[in-house]
């Protein structure tokens, strides 16, 4: 079975740095997609990057960016110049052929 | 504008009464989930469909029950065997996935349950 491990509960970022969360998985599937969600207070669920398996080059979307590694079985996401919106918590996600599975969640705390 | 409407936001409960959360979309999608959320537990599969009239058991399926005669609706049903209920329940949707993996969750607001 699939699983997915994101080994920080809480970080916290001075406002305009850069933080790095961390997301492993387990599969044995070759095909598959990665996902970052993040939850605001308002608890609605936003996707902020998304990165195919089969695609070696890193997704980007503006400030936010992952390092993939598949081989290793590694997706992080990497936040620049930290904003207080950004406060929230974060959601590592695989899907594979049926279902799409979450790890447990990062809270991230902006410092002003 | 296409989403998904779940309803209600809040749900007060009596322990021993079944109650059922509504969750509805226009995104013409196939798939749709029920997700769990509990603090420090992330986001546990309860149940999902991938098309009408089929649906799977997810991790956490045991004291739930679910419908799908609609495309468009999956409402979920927590029994009276649910022995804690009291959590925070998300719908989604997505376009895949009969064949391969495909497409992001799109996510309602969520609804609150609470059993007092």
């Known amino acids: 079975a699939q699983t997915v491990t994101q080994s920080q509960p809480e970080m916290s970022v001075q406002e305009a740095e850069t933080v790095t969360l961390s997301c492993t998985y387990d599969?044995?599937?070759?095909?598959?997609?990665l996902f970052w969600y993040k939850q605001p207070p308002s608890r609605q669920m936003i996707l902020v990057i998304r990165?195919?398996?089969?695609?070696?080059q890193n997704a980007t979307e503006n400030r936010f960016s992952v390092n993939f590694q598949k081989a290793a079985k590694s997706f992080s996401l990497k936040i620049s110049d930290s904003q207080l919106g950004d406060a929230a918590m974060y959601f590592c996600a695989y899907r594979g052929d049926d279902k799409i599975i979450f790890g447990k969640g990062t809270r991230l705390h902006i410092l002003p | 504008d296409g989403g998904i409407t779940q309803s209600p936001k809040y749900l007060f409960r009596k322990e021993g009464q079944n109650v059922t959360l509504s969750c509805e979309q226009n995104?013409?999608?196939?798939?749709m989930y029920w997700y769990r959320q509990d603090p420090g537990q992330g986001l546990r599969l309860i149940y999902y469909?991938?098309?009408?009239?089929?649906?799977q058991k997810g991790d956490i399926a045991e004291g739930y029950s679910v419908s799908r005669e609609k495309k468009e609706s999956f409402p979920l049903t927590v029994t009276s065997a649910q022995k804690n209920p009291t959590a925070f329940y998300l719908c989604?949707?997505?376009?895949?996935?009969?064949?391969?993996?495909?497409?992001?969750?799109?996510f309602g607001e969520g609804s609150r349950l609470t059993v007092l």
């Open positions: 995104l013409n999608h196939d798939a």
């Open positions: 599969t044995s599937e070759s095909d598959y997609y």
């Open positions: 989604a949707s997505s376009i895949g996935p009969l064949a391969g993996p495909a497409g992001e969750l799109f």
């Open positions: 990165q195919e398996a089969y695609k070696q």
């Open positions: 469909s991938q098309i009408v009239n089929d649906f």
